[in-house]
């Protein structure tokens, strides 16, 4: 059975830094795209990036860019969503989600990728001063 | 690409049938729409791939179906347990986009 565990609920100050982490079993992790999502109290589902473990080639929606890294540890099939530097407007929930299967990229954008069928239970990071 | 979904809420008694409908801003494949369950609190539970394949372990009373830019999810017999957002989703070109959600509420 595919699986995605996320670490625990964090409580920061506003400018700290931020790694939250995913840890999947029950598949090759090196062999599918982890995408990562936020959603903001009472709001919708937001795509951050995606990365890929086998090569660590890592995507990112422009409006997260600049703000956040993706990296993965293949040897713990683990992947990371670090923040440089946190802001209030950073409090939400973050998932990890995994491709079923990959598409294309160019240096633009993807696209034809499978479907996000297995999902992290989520991290609620709380930025509060 | 945005995808449009209506209405915003519902409210049915238990046994009715509901269809929820999703616009989606430009034409795609029906192999990139799908459909998405998130109860308060918890993670998406993804219903439908492919506009109308049921994920593993889904019940059939949830169906969908669509092509262009007008997709469906149909939920035939509602049960209590039916009680959350649903949320359809594109992941044909990225950023990959979610509709705003239909809450469907049982009384």
């Known amino acids: 059975e595919v699986q995605l565990v996320q670490s625990g609920a964090e409580v920061k100050k506003p400018g700290e830094s931020l790694t939250i982490s995913c840890a999947a079993t029950g598949y090759i992790f090196d062999k599918n795209w982890i995408g990562w999502w936020r959603q903001m109290p009472g709001k919708g589902l937001e795509w951050m990036g995606m990365t890929y473990p086998d090569d660590h080639d890592s995507r990112y929606n422009p409006s997260f860019a600049g703000q956040i890294v993706l990296t993965v540890d293949k040897s713990i099939a683990t992947a990371h969503l670090q923040f440089y530097s946190l802001k209030a407007s950073d409090t939400a929930v973050y998932y990890c989600?995994?491709?079923?299967?990959?598409?294309?990229?160019?240096?633009?954008?993807?696209?034809?990728?499978?479907?996000?069928?297995?999902w992290g239970q989520g991290t609620l990071v709380t930025v509060s001063s | 690409i945005v995808l449009t979904q209506s209405p915003g809420t519902l409210s049915l008694s238990p046994g009715e049938r509901v269809t929820l409908t999703c616009k989606v801003s430009q034409r795609i494949s029906t192999t990139y729409l799908a459909w998405f369950q998130q109860r308060p609190g918890r993670a998406p539970i993804l219903l439908i791939y492919?506009?109308?394949k049921r994920a593993t372990g889904i019940p059939d009373r949830f169906s969908g179906s669509g092509s262009g830019t007008d997709f469906t999810l149909t939920i035939n017999g509602l049960e209590p347990e039916d009680s959350a957002v649903y949320l359809c989703h594109q992941y044909w070109s990225s950023p990959w986009t979610f509709g705003q959600g239909t809450k469907v509420e049982i009384k």
């Open positions: 492919g506009a109308s």
């Open positions: 989600a995994r491709h079923k299967g990959a598409g294309y990229c160019s240096s633009a954008n993807c696209w034809g990728f499978d479907v996000s069928d297995a």
